[in-house]
């Protein structure tokens, strides 16, 4: 896996070359993007997600959650670890910036964090995250369908995607309302208009995952993610796995080949992909319980 980093520096021509340098040292996981502008830089971060942004040491950027290196022109406080000096080898300069982002870096270990979703249609997406839930229990169902096939509270689900896109950490309470099953799984589904989920960015999402790892009685989250609700692809990068169920005929088949190649430019992406081959869960031959053990999900 490789980090995304923001540099943004007065000095363009010293923050291209850092670019270059990164980007083209195949040993070094960083990929690296220059900024001219702080707007530019702030409106990427939350819409495409950062994991660091490296920043001139006078400057200061608010309300951001994205980690920071200040880069010194001089050698850095040692007690400080978020200062980097700026003039040392880019070898030594990309280990700092990996052993800052190790301490970091969330412990998500006790949270798993699903995304289900299909460029096919009729393929039993819903099917998958539903058994997915009820397997495990101590789970959230998020449905992000365009026309839910799971409705609980339209009222409900409609305040908790208002205060999502709000970042408004009154969306605890909405949990404590949602329906609960007898194997602990509450469902967040049935909005009125899947539109209002194209304001979702990975900003948002990433947010949102990091609020809810403070329920303790959640273990599992579950996101049933329609074809038309996604701005952009970048969403998936806050999800442990990305299940996509598939089928083998020829159409399918096509279609799943253009959606590989536009997902293939999102290299961090790659390497939570599950593919679920449902044709056996659709025949028959399988129950849902019994794929999800199957393909170890």
């Not at 270059?20 to 702030?42: G, H, Q, T």
């Not at 995952?209 to 701005?231: E, H, M, R, W």
């Not at 598939?246 to 293939?264: R, T, V």
Request: glycine share 6%; aromatic share 12%.
């Amino acid at each position: 896996m490789s980090y995304r980093v923001g540099i943004l520096d007065k000095d363009l021509t010293y923050s291209y070359n850092l670019m270059e340098y990164f980007n083209n040292s195949n040993d070094i996981p960083i990929r690296a993007m220059v900024f001219s502008e702080e707007k530019a830089l702030v409106e990427y971060s939350e819409h495409r997600g950062l994991d660091l942004i490296l920043i001139g040491e006078d400057s200061r950027i608010e309300n951001l959650s994205v980690p920071f290196m200040y880069m010194c022109e001089y050698n850095p406080p040692r007690d400080k670890t978020e200062y980097i000096f700026k003039y040392q080898p880019g070898s030594k300069m990309s280990h700092q910036i990996r052993e800052y982002l190790k301490t970091r870096k969330k412990d998500t270990s006790d949270m798993t964090i699903y995304g289900i979703y299909s460029p096919l249609g009729r393929v039993g997406k819903t099917a998958i995250a539903k058994g997915i839930c009820h397997s495990f229990g101590q789970c959230l169902y998020i449905g992000m369908e365009e026309y839910p096939s799971i409705v609980e509270s339209e009222a409900l689900a409609d305040m908790f995607f208002y205060y999502l896109a709000e970042k408004n950490p009154k969306i605890i309470d909405i949990l404590d309302n949602a329906k609960m099953y007898q194997d602990k799984v509450r469902y967040i589904s049935g909005v009125k208009s899947y539109m209002d989920f194209r304001q979702i960015t990975f900003s948002h999402m990433e947010w949102l995952c990091n609020t809810l790892k403070s329920v303790s009685n959640i273990k599992q989250v579950v996101f049933d993610i329609g074809q038309a609700v996604l701005p952009e692809f970048d969403v998936f990068l806050v999800m442990n796995k990305l299940i996509i169920p598939i089928l083998e005929d020829e159409i399918s088949k096509s279609k799943l080949k253009i959606f590989k190649e536009q997902l293939g430019e999102y290299s961090n992406i790659s390497d939570r992909v599950i593919y679920v081959d449902m044709s056996n869960y659709l025949a028959g031959t399988y129950t849902i319980e019994e794929l999800i053990k199957k393909e170890g999900l």
